[in-house]
Nanobody, 114 residues
Framework: VQLQASGGGLVRTCESLRLSCLSS????????VAWQRQALGKQREWVAT???????LYADSVKGRFTISRDNAENTVYLQMDNLKPEDTALYYC?????????WGQGTQVTVSS
């Protein structure tokens, strides 16, 4: 299984970006798909999770600004990021936590300038 993340870039504070994560296998094979991020010099941080049942969970730091969604027909998970802040600057990874071992995409860089 491969996950390919895309959509990162350089934006200004309060702007938006939408990240995409394309899976090489059916998303319906997996209960949960998640986004995590890692800022330079910091530990990796969980951002959001989408479950097969439609439930979504968010870290407090992004709640109300980010939206995770999944298109099972396209085998793609999205992360819509609105009202971006400089502290959102990080390498963003999509991942499947329920796989053994967990499956990670290659990451896409998001940089938010003040």
């Amino acid at each position: 299984v491969q996950l390919q993340a895309s959509g990162g870039g350089l934006v200004r504070t309060c702007e938006s970006l939408r990240l995409s994560c394309l899976s090489s296998t059916r998303l319906t094979n997996w209960q949960n798909v998640a986004w995590q991020r890692q800022a330079l010099g910091k530990q990796r941080e969980w951002v959001a999770t989408s479950s097969a049942s439609g439930r979504t969970l968010y870290a407090d730091s992004v709640k109300g600004r980010f939206t995770i969604s999944r298109d099972n027909a396209e085998n793609t998970v999205y992360l819509q990021m609105d009202n971006l802040k400089p502290e959102d600057t990080a390498l963003y990874y999509c991942m499947i936590p329920g796989a053994n071992p967990p499956i990670w995409g290659q990451g896409t860089q998001v940089t938010v300038s003040s």
